[in-house]
């Protein structure tokens, strides 16, 4: 299992049981030849969670990375495959944000070299803001800092982690 799914695993995990969690499967395939062509179907985001008491939708792309930046393609660009946060999942998010009750947003996970986690969520409109506002195009867990990240707070257990989902529910509220 890759560390990104590691990561999806245990959130999905993490999700108290009065929460209503649906993962998208993905359906990407991948051919070797010359150019190493990728497809996928482009999914709008990753899962959706319903808080059942708040009565609350979040569409939310999750993100892993052992390094200390995540890339991103511009949504006014082309696509480049090569970044991590694609157009069609920046477009998505802000596509759902558009309606009364759905928060949308991303779960950015930093897997630092001493084997410690930070998981942050931000909301799409911050995320805009923070790509708008730096002049490049990836950012890192500076970067977001400065711009309304939520940390979810994670315990390691021997191996895997468990992220404060019910925590982070009633701060995002």
Avoid at 7 to 20: G, H, V
Avoid at 155 to 172: C, Q, S, T
Wanted: hydrophobic residues 30%; proline residues 2%; glycine residues 4%.
């Amino acid at each position: 299992m890759t560390p990104g799914k590691r990561f999806e695993a245990d959130i999905q995990k993490s999700i108290p049981t009065n929460i209503f969690y649906y993962r998208i499967n993905d359906s990407t395939g991948k051919f070797s030849g010359g150019d190493e062509l990728r497809f996928s179907n482009s999914q709008p985001c990753d899962s959706f969670l319903f808080d059942t008491q708040e009565k609350r939708l979040y569409a939310l792309e999750l993100k892993s990375t052992k390094g200390s930046f995540f890339s991103f393609e511009r949504i006014d660009e082309d696509v480049n495959y090569k970044k991590m946060i694609h157009k069609h999942q920046i477009l998505s998010l802000l596509d759902f944000a558009t309606y009364e009750n759905i928060c949308c947003g991303f779960l950015f996970n930093f897997r630092k070299k001493d084997g410690t986690e930070k998981t942050y969520f931000q909301e799409i409109h911050h995320f805009i803001n923070m790509i708008n506002t730096i002049d490049k195009t990836s950012f890192n867990e500076k970067d977001l800092l400065q711009n309304h990240p939520i940390e979810i707070e994670g315990k390691k257990l021997r191996k895997y982690y468990r992220w404060n989902i019910d925590k982070f529910l009633k701060i995002e509220k």
